[in-house]
């Protein structure tokens, strides 16, 4: 029997380099329970490590906290009892965080190697019973391993062990453990993690964080300038140690890209091309640059043993404030801005090209519905129940809303994409909304936005398959029942049919020509809406 919490790969995510083998699968954790969960925990971390006086194993709680969950400890004794609980938790829906010894971990490169890497940290996901397998998500498998231009963080792809492995897993890691001489080891001795949720999360959107943030004072507490004004005796350590360097590094510098991507994901104007996109941009290229130089000049100054004078100092914190002003500045005024944005949507009529019906008004073998035809010659296949749906053709649910087919016995209602040209009105577009579904498979495909001039844009469009929660950051716009069709039977299987959205912001500023579908007739579109941003202006 198979039992596997299913949990996104976050390609799309962040590196270890950037935050650590910790709090990466800490993040991974929580996306179980909610998608965006893995960006808002890696955008707390950063914001506590930089703006807050939060210690560290405070600021792990505090997060989880927001987000409804909480970090339960278990006392395993032995492996066995570590198999037990772990088939337990994951029955009752908690992923467990396994901290372990990169030493101990055969499918790394620092297995039976002799160097004291600070403990790792893995995710248990799921088993196998009928052949004694255990499910794992580890982001430092990827560290430095494949890629791809789609790939901006280390993916949590599953592994499979036999429990055989984790159990040796777990004895050399937690044998290095009990002899540890630090404290923070030591106590890991014996130990295992679950995340289980306690409560509803106070924090349900982007624009949530960002008003939450507002309320520890903005960017008003900054750690760096402790660094500073402690220098002196933080040179000593940075020039013996270069973990300390990296920790420096990642907490000031490379954590802070997240920051800017979920302030980008909070306000949709920032996403597309005008006067307030190209302000933010430019700022966070200047942020982002002043962290990068004033780090290496730390560093630098530590290998050369020379101290930063009291005006050196003085002008580090005073440009140091003046940024992280101007940041809270920024995002105060597009709190007011995100309030007064209006959006103008553009329906594009789809009914000429639609090629398929995915929707039937009841349950029988004789319904014309057949969004997957498996064997047409003894009439097997699927269609979706039309119930909860506006047959009239208007489909809207949180920030999405489309104009769809208005259904009918013999009217196609969506798109098998085989590569087809859809032709839009004239004219330049912020953001792009697509209604769609793919059956038994997850799909990742693309658009291809052509724009007059010539230029060419690339969307991906990444689709949970039909049956399970999204996992993709998917909206679920419509769910109801599927009808299975065999031979003269039909019948309602045990799974729910989805109609799930997703909105792409556009960079080109330009007319759009066309946009050219993918072949994959597996990827099923219901509709399209192309929209702008009107936005008053604020100060």
């Known amino acids: 029997m ?9 390609e799309d995510g962040y590196k270890i380099s950037q935050f650590n083998c910790y709090d990466i699968p800490m993040a991974g954790a929580t996306g179980y329970f909610n998608y965006d969960n893995y960006f808002y925990y890696l955008f707390y971390h950063a914001f506590f490590h930089n703006w807050t006086d939060i210690g560290l194993d405070y600021e792990r709680s505090e997060i989880l906290k927001k987000f409804g969950l909480e970090m339960k400890q278990h006392q395993v004794e032995s492996a066995v009892d570590l198999i037990s609980l772990i088939k337990e938790r994951i029955d009752n829906q908690c992923p467990i965080i396994l901290r372990v010894k990169s030493h101990g971990l055969f499918y790394g490169k620092s297995f039976g190697t002799n160097f004291d890497y600070p403990p790792h940290a893995i995710i248990i996901t799921g088993y196998d019973s009928s052949r004694g397998l255990i499910y794992i998500r580890d982001p430092g498998f990827m560290e ?9 963080g280390d993916a949590l792809y599953r592994l499979q062990l036999e429990e055989e492995h984790i159990m040796k897993i777990w004895n050399l890691s937690n044998a290095a453990f009990k002899d540890s001489d630090t404290r923070h080891e030591a106590f890991l001795y014996n130990k295992a993690f679950s995340i289980e949720k306690t409560g509803d999360p106070q ?3 982007y624009l949530d964080i960002i008003g939450d943030i507002v309320q520890y004072d903005g960017f008003s507490r900054c750690k760096l300038k402790k660094v500073i004004d402690e220098f002196e005796e933080i040179r000593k350590i940075l020039k013996d140690n270069y973990s300390s360097v990296s920790e420096i590094k990642r907490r000031y510098d490379k954590s802070l890209i997240v920051v800017f991507d979920i302030i980008q994901r909070a306000f949709s104007f920032l996403c597309s091309s005008n006067d307030y996109s190209i302000e933010f941009n430019n700022f966070k290229k200047k942020f982002l640059e002043y962290r990068q130089i004033l780090i290496a000049r730390l560093y630098a100054n530590s290998l050369r043993d020379k101290p930063l004078s009291d005006t050196e100092k003085q002008d580090i914190n005073n440009t140091t404030s003046t940024l992280d002003s101007t940041l ?11 309030a007064s944005a209006k959006k103008q949507l553009t329906f594009i009529q789809l009914e000429e090209m639609f090629n ?4 039937g008004s009841n349950i029988s073998d004789k319904c014309l519905a057949r969004i997957s035809v498996d064997d047409e010659t003894n009439n097997v296949g699927l269609y979706f129940l039309a119930e909860g749906i506006d047959t009239k053709g208007k489909l809207e649910s949180g920030n999405v809303s489309f104009k769809t087919a208005e259904l009918g016995e013999s009217v196609y209602d969506n798109i098998s994409c085989l590569g087809q040209t859809i032709r839009v009105p004239e004219g330049r577009y912020d953001f792009i909304m697509v209604l769609f579904c793919s059956l038994y498979e997850n799909v990742y495909e693309k658009f291809l936005i052509k724009y007059e001039d010539g230029a060419v844009e690339e969307i991906s469009i990444n689709s949970t398959k039909c049956g399970v929660e999204p996992c ?4 679920t716009v419509w769910q109801g029942k599927p009808v299975s069709v ?6 309602v299987p045990e799974f729910s049919a989805r109609l799930l959205a ?21 990827l099923h579109i219901f509709a399209i809406t192309l929209g702008n941003y009107f936005a008053n202006n604020v100060t």
């Open 2 to 10: 198979i039992k596997d919490l299913k949990i996104n790969c976050y």
């Open 144 to 152: 430095g391993g494949i890629s791809s231009p789609e790939m901006k």
């Open 203 to 205: 924090i349900v959107n």
């Open 328 to 338: 809270s500045g920024l995002l105060k005024k597009y709190i007011r801005l995100q």
């Open 356 to 359: 398929n019906k995915a929707f």
């Open 472 to 475: 993709f950051g998917e909206e």
């Open 486 to 491: 065999f031979g003269e039977k039909a019948f």
């Open 502 to 522: 997703q909105t792409y912001y556009l960079k080109g500023n330009k007319n759009i020509k066309s946009i050219l579908l993918p072949d994959k007739a597996n």
